[in-house]
C-alpha cells in the first residue's frame, strides 16, 4: 500500500498566509490535512492525530462562523518543556499549521509576519496547549486524553514482538492493521471525545 493518501481528507483545516500571498504563493490559502503531519512527522500515531486535532478544535474556537484563521497570527503556549513527553513531536504539527515558531523562526521583513517566538514552552496553565490570536487577544486553552479511544490490548503485545524481532510478517501486518485502524477512529472523532476545553 502505498505511504500516500492513505488517511482521509477530512477533517481538514484552511488558513489565509499573508506572507504566502505576499511572496507569490497562490492567493495564500492553504488546505491541511492528517496526510500532510503525517509526511512532516514520517509516522502516523495517536499523538500526531492528536495535535492535528488540538490545531482543528483550537481555530474552530478562536475562528467561530466560518472566519478563516490567519496563519502567523496564532501564536502556541505549551505547558512543559520541549523534551517533556510528547510535547515535541506536538509542537512540530502545531508550527506546521500555524506558522508558530519557536526562537529559529522566521524573523520577518521590516518587523512584519514573524513567526519566531509565537510558539513558547514552559508556559503554565491548566491544560497542556493554549492557542491564542495576536489580533484579539482570545485564547483556548485545550487538552487531550485518549481514555476513550483505547488500544487493543494485543496491538501492545504484537509491538513488544516486533521490537524484539521475534515477531512474524503476519503479526507484523496485523499490528500495522491494527494501529492504523485506532488512528483512524481517533480522526473520525474527530475531537468530540479526546480534546476538551479547560
Not at 39 to 47: D, I, V
Not at 138 to 158: F, R
Request: hydrophobic residues 40%; proline residues 5%.
Amino acid at each position: 500500500m502505498s505511504s500516500e493518501n492513505i488517511f482521509p481528507s477530512q477533517p481538514s483545516i484552511t488558513l489565509y498566509d499573508p506572507l504566502a500571498d505576499l511572496l507569490g504563493a497562490g492567493d495564500g490559502k492553504f488546505t491541511y490535512t492528517f496526510g500532510d503531519a503525517v509526511k512532516l512527522s514520517g509516522h502516523a500515531c495517536p499523538t500526531v492525530a492528536g495535535a492535528f486535532l488540538l490545531v482543528k478544535v483550537a481555530l474552530d474556537n478562536l475562528y467561530p462562523n466560518g472566519e478563516i484563521p490567519v496563519r502567523g497570527d496564532i501564536t502556541v503556549e505549551v505547558a512543559g518543556g520541549p523534551s517533556d513527553g510528547v510535547n515535541g513531536p506536538l509542537s512540530q504539527v502545531y508550527t506546521l499549521i500555524t506558522g508558530a515558531s519557536s526562537a529559529q523562526g522566521f524573523h520577518g521583513l521590516a518587523g512584519q509576519y514573524v513567526r519566531k517566538d509565537l510558539l513558547r514552552f514552559n508556559v503554565d496553565g491548566a491544560g497542556m496547549v493554549t492557542f491564542g490570536r495576536r489580533d484579539s487577544g482570545k485564547k483556548v486553552t485545550l487538552a487531550y486524553s485518549l481514555a476513550s479511544i483505547p488500544p487493543k490490548t494485543e496491538i501492545g503485545h504484537m509491538m513488544g514482538d516486533i521490537l524484539s524481532g521475534s515477531a512474524s510478517d503476519e503479526v507484523k501486518s496485523h499490528f500495522a492493521a491494527g494501529w492504523r485502524q485506532r488512528v483512524l477512529d481517533i480522526l473520525a472523532d474527530g475531537g468530540n471525545t479526546t480534546v476538551q476545553v479547560v
